[in-house]
């Protein structure tokens, strides 16, 4: 006979199996599911066939949260439905990308979406065809992000399309009647014109100049090999007239250093400490004091002066003697051997005899 199992053990059975369930269910969300998140809204215009719930919300490939539900509302103001997506983010990740790392993660939203963070569709796989929602900061397209207001008290995250959208946005915009339409009146122009006799006679001109640049062609062809040989000539005397050049501007060169040695050489003579010019100084010095001593002793009231001025009179008084003399040797040259005295009386006779004569005269 078997025996009943008791109701404490039961009890304690179903209590271990919760623990475990529950324990199991931490591990599975990696000890995030007691994590405090914050919720966020989306709006995105257009069909997000492949966007699940669950999905993941990533910021440059960081996971922040995932999308919780997605919903579906009509703007009255733009006559077009809206379709909410909310997301959960993890506070303790947002926090990580505010720039002062303090405050809550709301406040860390608000200055992401100031700077210019916007949510937009990416794919996931090709294959499945899956979407996410992928937050970057992407400032250049503010203006084309859309925003409709939050929702209660959760914060919105403008949205902005994809380059697929946008172009499909662009095409659905096209009148694709009124551009067959310009089409068909191009089309009926080019005709127009290919028919008229303009294009023909456009046509001929250009076989007509076609014509001329052939024969054109052939008369340069036909003088090019005398043009090109006298250009080879030409070259090869411009040539050696360059290699003449070249050797005159070395000695041009070879020259002006020869002058420039001889322009340090003078440089150095006339230098002011040099011997030369120390020399000359010595010289103009002596020069100068033999000036001044001059100009002392050619005074007016200097010895030398007044001996020169004694000299000329006994120099005078002698040539007038000399010349008294060379007289009386004239009148009288017996006076050599006679001496003055005998000639005196003769001389006064001749004398008297010449004044005699003058007055008779």
Known sequence: ?????????????????????????????????????????????????????????????????????????????????????????????????????????????????DRGMTAQLSMQSLLTGQLYVDLDLRPQKDKEAVQRGSEGEMLEIPTTATAIQALKNQIDGLDFRQLIDDVSAIAGSARAVVAGPELKKALSDLAQITEHVRRLAERVEARFDPLADATT????????????????????????????????????????????????????????????????QAGGDSGLVQNANQALHDVSRAARSMRELADLLERHPEALLRGRGAAAPQRDWEEDGDSAGKDSW
């Open 233 to 296: 000539a030409t070259l090869g005397d411009a040539r050696r007239a360059v290699r003449q050049v070249g050797s005159a501007a070395d000695e041009v060169g070879q020259t002006a250093k020869r002058l420039g040695g001889a322009a340090d050489g003078v440089s150095a003579l006339v230098a002011p400490d040099s011997a030369l010019i120390l020399k000359l100084q010595a010289t103009l010095g002596e020069v100068s004091e033999m000036a001044g001593s001059l100009r002392q």
């Open 1 to 113: 006979m078997k025996k009943k199992a008791s109701a404490t053990t039961i009890g304690l059975f179903v209590v271990g199996g919760l623990v475990l369930l529950v324990a199991g269910v931490i591990l599975a969300g990696g000890g995030r599911l007691f994590a405090h998140k914050e919720r966020v809204v989306m709006h995105f215009s257009g069909s997000i066939y492949g966007l699940q719930p669950g999905a993941p919300v990533v910021f440059r490939g960081v996971r922040l949260g995932s999308v919780s539900s997605i919903g579906l509302a009509y703007d009255r103001a733009s006559d077009d439905f809206l379709i909410p997506v909310v997301a959960e983010l993890e506070s303790a990740s947002i926090q990580g990308l505010s720039q002062t790392r303090r405050g809550d993660s709301a406040t860390a939203l608000v200055a992401l979406i």
